[in-house]
C-alpha cells in the first residue's frame, strides 16, 4: 500500500539526472485502528482541497478480500479448483455446463467466466483426434485406390470401418466406460487391424476373379479361405488387450477403455469383413464378365502367323 497505488510519484537527483520512484507510506505502527486510520491526513496546504481527512475522502470498513490475487494475461482472477472423484470428467462438465451458462448471465460487464484444466486439455485432444481420424481414412483410401488401380475395390475395404466403429461404441457402452483418448486410441487400432483383415479378403477375391471365376464365386472363396487368417489376426489381438481390458493392477483402470475399444472394435470388424465385405465385393463387380480382371494374351489369333509350304 501506499501513495504509488494512486499515482506515481518520481523524483528527480539533481546530481546525477535519474529519475527515482516515491511511495509514501505511513508507518504501520501508527494505524491501530479504524479510528486511527481515518484521521490521517492527506493532500497538502498548496493543494486546491487543501488538507483534508482520510475520513472525508473515502469510506473505511473492514472487509473480506483474498490474501492472494492471481492474474492471467495481466487481468486479475479468481481461481475455483474443484476435483472430479466417482465419476467421468465429461458427465461432470455436462453438469456444469447448465450452472455456468446461468452464472454467465449474472455476470457483471467486463467479467468472464471460463472453464480450464483438464476441460479444456480433453477438448483440444478431441478434436486433434477427430481430425487425425479423417485425415488417417482419407489418406489410406488414397493408397489403396494407387496399390488396386481402382477407384471401386478400396471402397469395398472400408465398408468393414463403420463396424468396427460401431462395435467400439458398443464395447463402451455394455461395459459402462465413457469416451476418453485412450478409447479414441483403441478405435484408431481396431481400424487399422479392420482394413488389414479386409485387405487379405479383397485381394484373394481379385485373384480368384483373375482365375476366371464369376464375381459371386470369387467372393465366396475369398471369404472361405481366408477365414482362419482374418479370425486368427482378430483373436490374437482381442487375448492380447484382454487384461488390459480389465483394468487390473495400480492404474490399470486409466488405460482400460483403450483394451475394451479394440476388443469391442474387433469383434464387430471382424464378422463385417468376412460376411459384408465379400457381399459388396460381389455386388460391385456383378456387371463384370468372368475373367475381366485377368491379364492380356500376348498374342491374338489374328496376329498368328501361318507357316504355308510351297
Known amino acids: 500500500s501506499g501513495s504509488s497505488q494512486v499515482q506515481p510519484m518520481y523524483w528527480?537527483?539533481?546530481?546525477n539526472g535519474v529519475q527515482y520512484l516515491m511511495n509514501v507510506r505511513v508507518p504501520q505502527t501508527a494505524i491501530?485502528?479504524?479510528?486511527?486510520?481515518?484521521?490521517?491526513?492527506?493532500?497538502?496546504?498548496?493543494?486546491p482541497g487543501g488538507v483534508q481527512l482520510l475520513a472525508n475522502l473515502a469510506s473505511i470498513h473492514r472487509t473480506m478480500v483474498p490474501p492472494i490475487?492471481?492474474?492471467?494475461?495481466?487481468?486479475?482472477?479468481?481461481?475455483?479448483?474443484?476435483?472430479?472423484?466417482?465419476?467421468?470428467?465429461?458427465?461432470?462438465?455436462?453438469?456444469?455446463?447448465?450452472?455456468?451458462?446461468?452464472a454467465r448471465r449474472q455476470l457483471p460487464r467486463g467479467s468472464f467466466l471460463t472453464m480450464r484444466g483438464q476441460a479444456e486439455t480433453m477438448a483440444s485432444s478431441?478434436?486433434?483426434?477427430?481430425?487425425?481420424?479423417?485425415?488417417?481414412?482419407?489418406?489410406?483410401?488414397?493408397?489403396?485406390?494407387?496399390?488396386?488401380?481402382?477407384?471401386?475395390?478400396p471402397f469395398i475395404i472400408i465398408t468393414a470401418l463403420p463396424g468396427a466403429l460401431a462395435g467400439v461404441a458398443w464395447g463402451l457402452f455394455l461395459t459402462f466406460t465413457t469416451l476418453s483418448v485412450?478409447?479414441?486410441?483403441?478405435?484408431?487400432?481396431?481400424?487399422?487391424?479392420?482394413?488389414?483383415?479386409?485387405?487379405?479378403?479383397?485381394?484373394?477375391?481379385?485373384?480368384?476373379?483373375?482365375?476366371?471365376?464369376?464375381?459371386?464365386a470369387a467372393a465366396w472363396e475369398?471369404?472361405?479361405?481366408?477365414?482362419?487368417?482374418?479370425?486368427?489376426?482378430?483373436?490374437?489381438?482381442?487375448?492380447?488387450?484382454?487384461p488390459l481390458a480389465l483394468g487390473l493392477g495400480e492404474g490399470g483402470e486409466q488405460n482400460a477403455p483403450l483394451g475394451r475399444a479394440v476388443i469391442g472394435g474387433?469383434?464387430?470388424?471382424?464378422?463385417?469383413?468376412?460376411?459384408?465385405?465379400?457381399?459388396?465385393?460381389?455386388?460391385?463387380?456383378r456387371q463384370e464378365p468372368a475373367g475381366?480382371?485377368?491379364?492380356?494374351?500376348?498374342?491374338?489369333?489374328?496376329?498368328?502367323t501361318r507357316e504355308e509350304k510351297p
Not at 32 to 45: D, F, T, Y
Not at 74 to 100: N, T
Not at 128 to 146: D, K
Not at 266 to 285: I, Q
Open 32 to 47: 491501530e485502528s479504524l479510528a486511527a486510520l481515518k484521521a490521517i491526513s492527506s493532500g497538502s496546504a498548496g493543494s
Open 126 to 153: 478431441f478434436g486433434g483426434i477427430a481430425i487425425g481420424l479423417v485425415m488417417a481414412a482419407v489418406l489410406i483410401y488414397l493408397l489403396l485406390v494407387v496399390n488396386f488401380q481402382s477407384w471401386s475395390d
Open 69 to 102: 490475487v492471481s492474474h492471467y494475461n495481466v487481468m486479475p482472477v479468481i481461481d475455483v479448483l474443484a476435483g472430479v472423484s466417482g465419476r467421468d470428467l465429461g458427465g461432470a462438465l455436462r453438469a456444469i455446463d447448465p450452472i455456468l451458462a446461468k
Open 182 to 216: 485412450p478409447a479414441l486410441m483403441g478405435a484408431i487400432m481396431s481400424l487399422g487391424v479392420a482394413t488389414a483383415n479386409s485387405v487379405l479378403v479383397v485381394t484373394f477375391a481379385r485373384i480368384h476373379l483373375q482365375e476366371g471365376m464369376t464375381p459371386l
Open 292 to 304: 475381366s480382371h485377368g491379364r492380356e494374351p500376348l498374342s491374338s489369333p489374328s496376329s498368328e
Open 222 to 242: 475369398a471369404g472361405v479361405g481366408r477365414l482362419r487368417p482374418v479370425l486368427m489376426t482378430a483373436l490374437a489381438m482381442i487375448i492380447g488387450m484382454a
Open 12 to 15: 528527480l537527483n539533481p546530481k
Open 266 to 285: 474387433l469383434a464387430v470388424a471382424t464378422l463385417a469383413t468376412l460376411f459384408v465385405v465379400p457381399v459388396v465385393f460381389s455386388l460391385l463387380h
